[in-house]
C-alpha cells in the first residue's frame, strides 16, 4: 500500500498544516517525517544539528523516509530537504507528489524567525530564498502536481488537492 499522497516543499509551505487537514478530510492517517526523526532520536530536530550535525539528521530523514513510504501512510509530509537525498527523489518515483509552492514572501510570515528551524536560525530570511532557490528543480522533478499556497487558507488548498485526488 502506498501513501494517498505525498506533500513537499521549503519550510513556510504549509506541509503540516494542509497535511493534518487533507487527511481528516480524506479520513486517513496523517504522518509527518520530521516528527518521526524526533521520536526515533528522542529529541527535537534542533537538537540533533547541534549535537550530531546536519548529516546525521539526513541519514535519520532518509530512514524516514523510506520506512514512511514502505508503510502506506495517508498523507505523509516530508521534511523540507528530504528531497536533497537522490535515493528519496528515486523512492518517490511512482508516488502521487504535491509539490506545495509558496513564494518568499508568504514562506518568511508563515516561519517567523525560523525558531525550531535548524537550518533558518541565522538570518531566516536569506537563508529561505536560499533553500528555495535550491531546492525548486528538486521539488519540481518529484512532484506530479504543484499547488500554490500563497495568499490562499489551508481550506482551499486542502479543497485543492483533494480535487485532484482519485475518488
Do not use: W
Not at 513556510?12 to 497535511?19: F, I, L, R
Not at 487527511?23 to 526523526?37: P, S, Y
Not at 524526533?38 to 530512514?63: N, V, Y
Not at 504535491?98 to 525560523?114: F, I, M, N, Q
Amino acid at each position: 500500500m502506498a501513501p494517498v499522497v505525498v506533500l513537499v516543499g521549503v519550510p513556510g509551505c504549509g506541509k503540516t498544516t494542509v497535511g493534518q487537514a487533507l487527511a481528516a478530510t480524506l479520513g486517513v492517517e496523517f504522518r509527518d517525517t520530521d516528527a518521526d526523526i524526533e521520536q526515533l532520536a528522542g529529541k527535537a530536530i534542533p537538537e540533533i544539528f547541534i549535537d550530531e550535525g546536519e548529516e546525521h539528521f539526513r541519514a535519520l530523514e532518509r530512514a524516514a523516509v523510506a520506512a514512511a513510504l514502505a508503510a502506506g501512510t495517508g498523507v505523509l509530509a516530508l521534511g523540507g530537504g528530504a528531497v536533497l537525498a537522490e535515493e528519496t527523489r528515486a523512492a518517490l518515483v511512482g508516488h502521487r507528489v504535491v509539490h506545495l509552492s509558496v513564494e518568499l514572501p508568504d514562506a518568511v510570515k508563515r516561519v517567523g524567525l525560523g525558531a525550531g528551524r535548524p537550518l533558518l536560525a541565522i538570518n531566516p530570511r536569506a537563508t529561505l530564498k536560499h533553500l528555495m532557490d535550491q531546492r525548486r528543480p528538486l521539488y519540481a522533478e518529484v512532484a506530479t502536481e504543484t499547488v500554490v499556497t500563497d495568499g490562499r487558507t489551508p481550506a482551499a488548498v486542502v479543497a485543492e488537492i483533494a480535487a485532484l485526488l482519485p475518488r
